[in-house]
């Protein structure tokens, strides 16, 4: 990727990925009026410029320039190939014996949960699916797809996944403000209306979190739960990627009833991991997971959607009162 940009003018540069702008501001390089000039001569010119003054040497510029537009090109990924099932083959429990199943199929418009102790294998599943492994992760798994073995693109997909992870995963939009984030996101998916997908998508973070945020808010001055509900509401309206993994939502601090409404889509496969029986009970089927492997597959029934109607109910209490308490207000 470096020999491919190096001697690349800005201007081409630009023109092929128009991100690459984010990181010529971060680092204050000016390209304006330098558009016919190579990249590498731009930032030897920057570095010399400098002088004393300088921090970094051309080679490190070219190395995180490269490195940027790599993350954002693997960010912005788009897979329009649809999944229309997923199976999952037997690997071992954590004690190497193996697991009792043959084969689970997913398929598209289902929602499976994940339940078991903690600690017994519950996001390492989620991780297995994420990775489409192939017998190459601790518990020796094999995923396929659409009944086969997944090409390579699809691994290492970030689009795949929804355990936001901001602070991990997003430094290289460090930079941007929220809107800016969401105009270069929308702007990738779509042709036109960006502006309008931006203001709903803020306002959806905004109905999951418990302060408001701008539009003009610093992505990295979000706290913990209000990213979150940005990427919970980013990939709700934005992402097309065709399955969907949910890590404990509950303990995001956010409205998780809300945040399920945005997230459950009848086109995907979603699987989300909980310890909450509202979550739990959410989902089609539930995986049983102990001891590192899926000890039972077990069909939510009509009874059990009953006690999920009670259970949202006391939930929506639950919630009332938290919020309460967290205004301050007392509860007699
Ligand atoms: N089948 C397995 N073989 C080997 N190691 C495993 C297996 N399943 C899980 N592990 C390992 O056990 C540890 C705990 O698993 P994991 O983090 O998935 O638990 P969890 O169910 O998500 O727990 P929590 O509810 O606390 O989030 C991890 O290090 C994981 O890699
Ligand atoms: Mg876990």
């Known amino acids: 990727m470096i020999n491919e940009i190096k001697n690349q003018t800005v201007g081409a540069l630009l023109g092929t990925y128009p991100f690459a702008a984010v990181y010529f501001d971060g680092h204050h390089v000016d390209t304006k009026g330098r558009e016919s000039v190579t990249v590498v001569d731009v930032f030897s010119d920057f570095v010399t410029a400098a002088g004393e003054d300088a921090v970094t040497t051309a080679d490190e510029l070219l190395e995180g320039l490269s490195e940027h537009v790599q993350q954002m090109l693997l960010f912005l990924a788009?897979?329009?190939?649809?999944?229309?099932?997923?199976?999952?083959?037997?690997?071992?429990?954590?004690?190497?014996?193996?697991?009792?199943?043959?084969?689970?199929?997913?398929?598209?418009?289902?929602?499976?949960?994940?339940?078991?102790?903690?600690?017994?294998?519950?996001?390492?599943?989620?991780?297995?699916?994420?990775?489409?492994?192939?017998?190459?992760?601790?518990?020796?798994?094999?995923?396929?797809?659409?009944?086969?073995?997944?090409d390579r693109k699809w691994r290492f997909s970030p689009t795949h996944k929804l355990v936001a992870q901001l602070s991990q995963n997003m430094n290289f939009v460090m930079d941007l403000t929220v809107e800016e984030f969401l105009e270069m996101h929308a702007e990738s998916r779509l042709a036109d209306n960006v502006s309008d997908v931006v203001v709903r998508i803020i306002d959806q973070a905004n109905a999951l979190a418990g302060e408001s945020f701008a539009p003009t808010t610093p992505i990295t001055s979000l706290s913990g739960g209000q990213s979150r509900a940005l990427m919970i509401a980013d990939t709700a309206i934005l992402s097309r990627s065709p399955i969907v993994l949910i890590d404990e939502i509950e303990n995001a601090g956010i409205d998780r009833q809300k945040a399920l409404e945005l997230l459950l889509s009848e086109e995907k496969i979603v699987l989300m991991a909980t310890h909450d029986p509202v979550l739990a009970l959410m989902g089609g089927r539930r995986l049983i997971i102990a001891n590192g492997g899926i000890e039972a597959v077990i069909e939510t029934t009509e009874a059990e959607r009953v006690i999920l109607k009670e259970l949202a109910v006391m939930d929506r209490r639950m919630t009332d009162l938290r919020n309460r308490l967290r205004r301050g207000e007392r509860l007699e």
């Not at 004690?95 to 009792?100: A, F, R, S, V, W």
């Not at 289902?110 to 294998?121: F, K, N, R």
């Not at 599943?125 to 190459?136: F, K, P, R, S």
């Open 78 to 150: 788009d897979d329009l190939d649809t999944v229309r099932s997923l199976n999952l083959l037997p690997g071992t429990h954590k004690d190497g014996t193996p697991e009792n199943f043959t084969n689970i199929t997913i398929n598209s418009g289902e929602t499976i949960c994940i339940v078991g102790p903690t600690g017994s294998g519950k996001s390492r599943l989620l991780a297995d699916i994420e990775w489409v492994a192939q017998g190459d992760t601790p518990t020796g798994r094999t995923v396929l797809l659409n009944d086969q073995v997944p």
